[in-house]
């Protein structure tokens, strides 16, 4: 994501992870749960919660092989990994996440569930029909062409499986405050509205089984979580994260931007 640090190194990742996690009070000598590292690494609206109400839409079961889109540090990974117990392989742009991925699947010992590639959504380095589900939170709003994104997600999909997503939308008001969690700038902003994102869906060759609306839902949860961020935080690799938060929580209340999420599933 655009919004996140670019700068850092893998060894800057790792080394950061380690610490924090130290910090919470955790020892990464032992094996950690997927949940105790949930405000750490799922890097989207709603963290780990919103996560796991994702794999309940998508009524995700340990036979499925998944494949997680934009997958940062792969903590919506690991929970699968965990429970219900699948096999899933990430896909992940930047080669420090996926070395940070690769060490939290150690200290979790998902490791052997769990396979990160390096590459781009717009070009998936796998067959057609490979995977049960595809999953994607939080990462669309960074991708200008939704045509080709959506048409290699249907590609990879196996026939009838599905694709459950997470992704902020446009609003009815004028454009969102920046910067954002997810782009310092609109330059690297590709938001669309809810219709257009199911009407690009549709053209790709998915019918919804579930799309709804979660501004509200959000909101409410949120409006008493005004604490500090602990050790275990995005905070860790993001700059100015409570000035980006903050701007992401006004866009919303302002009726800027929305929270979709849904699962579609291939014709």
């Not at 080709?148 to 009838?160: D, H, Q």
Request: proline share 5%; net charge negative; charged share 25%.
């Amino acid at each position: 994501m655009a919004g996140l640090n670019a700068h850092y190194s893998a060894r800057d990742i790792e080394a950061r992870i380690i610490a924090a996690i130290r910090e919470a009070g955790l020892d990464p000598g032992q094996r950690l749960s997927p949940k105790e590292l949930g405000a750490l690494d799922h890097f989207h609206t709603g963290g780990f919660s919103a996560s796991h109400e994702l794999r309940e839409l998508a009524q995700i079961r340990a036979e499925d092989r998944v494949l997680d889109i934009g997958a940062g540090l792969a903590g919506p990974a690991r929970m699968l990994a965990a429970a219900p117990g699948c096999r899933v392989d990430c896909l992940e742009m930047s080669p420090d996440f996926c070395a940070g991925a690769a060490l939290l699947n150690r200290l979790t010992g998902l490791d052997d569930r769990i396979t990160v590639h390096q590459g781009s959504a717009l070009d998936l380095p796998f067959a057609d029909g490979s995977f049960d589900v595809v999953w994607m939170q939080n990462v669309g709003m960074n991708i200008a062409d939704k045509r080709r994104l959506y048409a290699e997600i249907c590609r990879v999909l196996k026939p009838g499986g599905r694709y459950a997503f997470q992704e902020m939308a446009t609003g009815a008001a004028s454009t969102p405050w920046f910067p954002l969690p997810w782009a310092s700038d609109p330059a690297d902003s590709f938001l669309v509205s809810g219709d257009e994102l199911r009407a690009l869906l549709a053209e790709a060759g998915f019918v919804p089984e579930v799309f709804e609306d979660t501004s509200e839902i959000h909101l409410s949860r949120t409006a008493a979580a005004a604490a500090a961020p602990g050790p275990l935080s995005l905070a860790v690799f993001v700059d100015n994260l409570a000035q980006k938060a903050g701007n992401a929580r006004r866009s919303l209340e302002e009726g800027r931007i929305r929270l979709v999420r849904g699962v579609f599933r291939v014709k």
